[in-house]
T-cell receptor
Framework: GAGVSQSPRYKVAKRGQDVALRCDPISGHVSLFWYQQALGQGPEFLTYFQNEAQLDKSGLPSDRFFAERPEGSVSTLKIQRTQQEDSAVYLCASVESGPIVNEQFFGPGTRLTVL | LAKTTQPISMDSYEGQEVNITCSHN???????ITWYQQFPSQGPRFIIQ???TKVTNEVASLFIPADRKSSTLSLPRVSLSDTAVYYCLVDGAGGFKTIFGAGTRLFVKA
């Protein structure tokens, strides 16, 4: 594709619901990042994949957050039992090769609102 | 991971040159300095990256002094469409975690 795509663009969930956010990286990009961006703040790192391997998940705020990239392309960020503090924009970025000296290509984000 | 410090906000007028300075006192030898731009309701977009001295592309210039403890992003002749948040990042070998910080909100006025 032309760029990184994310779906849905907007998601409203009731507190306690589970949500799944999808990221389609640029074809052939090896690395994939997930970020959480609260209103007025910079993106905060959540997790990193190199192909299908999740090499860093230190930024996931709790065990309610889970990410996967089973075939090394599309990735899904799942949030279980959503809480109001999970309301944010979730950004996905992909990189052509390794993370060193990288140019990250970002998707438009999914805006999650938890009521 | 090296921490970065940037001004919270800056104002400018169309046609002026804008310089945004970022401090990164604890930068490591193998760290690169990268700048991103973010418009509302969009993901960040890569602007420029450098290791030392000066780097220039069609969008901006990046000045890095010899001690590499700071860097300056220079935007020539800004327009209203340059109103955005600009992030300075320091990253390199040894880790995958990318730290954006709060960024600098640039507001360009007519």
């Amino acid at each position: 594709g032309a760029g990184v795509s994310q779906s849905p663009r907007y998601k409203v969930a009731k507190r306690g619901q589970d949500v799944a956010l999808r990221c389609d990286p640029i074809s052939g990009h090896v690395s994939l990042f997930w970020y959480q961006q609260a209103l007025g703040q910079g993106p905060e790192f959540l997790t990193y994949f190199q192909n299908e391997a999740q090499l860093d998940k230190s930024g996931l705020p709790s065990d309610r957050f889970f990410a996967e990239r089973p075939e090394g392309s599309v990735s899904t960020l799942k949030i279980q039992r959503t809480q109001q503090e999970d309301s944010a924009v979730y950004l996905c970025a992909s990189v052509e090769s390794g993370p060193i000296v990288n140019e990250q290509f970002f998707g438009p984000g999914t805006r999650l609102t938890v009521l | 991971l090296a921490k970065t410090t940037q001004p919270i906000s800056m104002d400018s007028y169309e046609g002026q040159e804008v310089n945004i300075t970022c401090s990164h006192n604890n930068i490591a030898t193998n760290d690169y300095i990268t700048w991103y731009q973010q418009f509302p309701s969009q993901g960040p977009r890569f602007i420029i990256q450098g290791y030392k001295t000066k780097v220039t592309n069609e969008v901006a210039s990046l000045f890095i002094p010899a001690d590499r403890k700071s860097s300056t992003l220079s935007l020539p002749r800004v327009s209203l469409s340059d109103t955005a948040v600009y992030y300075c990042l320091v990253d390199g070998a040894g880790g995958f975690k990318t730290i954006f910080g709060a960024g600098t909100r640039l507001f360009v006025k007519a």
